[in-house]
């Protein structure tokens, strides 16, 4: 009886540590690999929003505390133009889509945004996950309005880090679909208009790679069948 005891027991811990996250299993800061889609740049490469440029602080991708980071404020100091992306286009509804080179849980958002106040900035928008890079499968994550922290016309130009909480999901990529822009001091609609907005950087909040990581329910559910056939067995064993 003990022996079952103990067998139950251990089922139970096994089923509790696999369901449950690990302790480091949240809140790394990560970079996307790159950006693979976006409107047509009306200044700047989309991807030097990914590479850390212009910011006051930086952190080790994927390894980093994305809490400890944040608290820390960092900020985007914009000194070149080859430090944020301008985009531009007659066709409106352009989103900007990020690979994160695997599947993780994404949690939050940190975004860095247009530098320049009068134009560009980012004001509505939405987040969509997604973990085929046509968007498919796209899951609506969050939306959210930006600040408009921007300065003059003149170099250079600090932003402060915005982050958005999202709904959790395991996902390869991420859109932000700009709704809102301000285009001289007036707002744009993105998607009814011609796309008109930039941003400074964006970075991740994510647990580990999620495949590796968080085990099907059928891996548990076999391992826990597999435990009540050995006490099972055990059972009308010593019984017979």
């Known amino acids: 009886m003990k022996q079952d005891q103990r067998l139950f027991a251990l089922s139970a811990l096994l089923a509790a540590g696999l369901l449950a996250p690990s302790p480091g299993s949240a809140g790394i800061i990560r970079s996307a690999v790159e950006v693979v889609n976006a409107p047509p740049a009306l200044e700047s490469d989309p991807n030097s929003v990914i590479d850390q440029s212009g910011l006051s602080l930086g952190y080790v991708d994927g390894v980093t505390d994305f809490a400890s980071y944040i608290a820390q404020a960092p900020a985007h100091d914009t000194t070149s133009r080859d430090e944020y992306f301008a985009a531009f286009s007659p066709n409106p509804d352009l989103p900007i889509d990020f690979d994160l080179g695997a599947s993780y849980r994404i949690f939050q958002l940190a975004l860095w945004n247009y530098p320049f106040r009068s134009v560009g900035a980012i004001l509505g928008f939405e987040v969509y996950t997604a973990n085929t890079v046509d968007f498919l499968d ?3 994550v969050g939306s959210f309005t930006a600040l408009n922290d921007g300065g003059g016309n003149v170099f250079p130009q ?10 959790d999901t395991n996902a390869r990529y991420l859109r932000i679909r700009v709704l809102t822009s ?3 001091d007036e707002v744009l609609d993105v998607t009814g208009d011609s796309t ?3 941003l400074s950087e964006a970075a991740f909040d994510t647990g580990p790679v999620s495949s590796t990581e968080i085990p099907e329910p059928g891996t548990v559910t076999m391992m826990l069948t597999g435990l009540g056939v050995l006490i099972f067995r055990r059972r009308f064993a010593g019984n017979a």
Do not use: E, K
């Open 196 to 198: 008109q907005y930039g």
């Open 138 to 140: 796209a899951m609506l």
């Open 182 to 184: 301000v285009s001289f």
């Open 158 to 167: 600090t932003n402060g880090v915005q982050v958005s909480d999202l709904s």
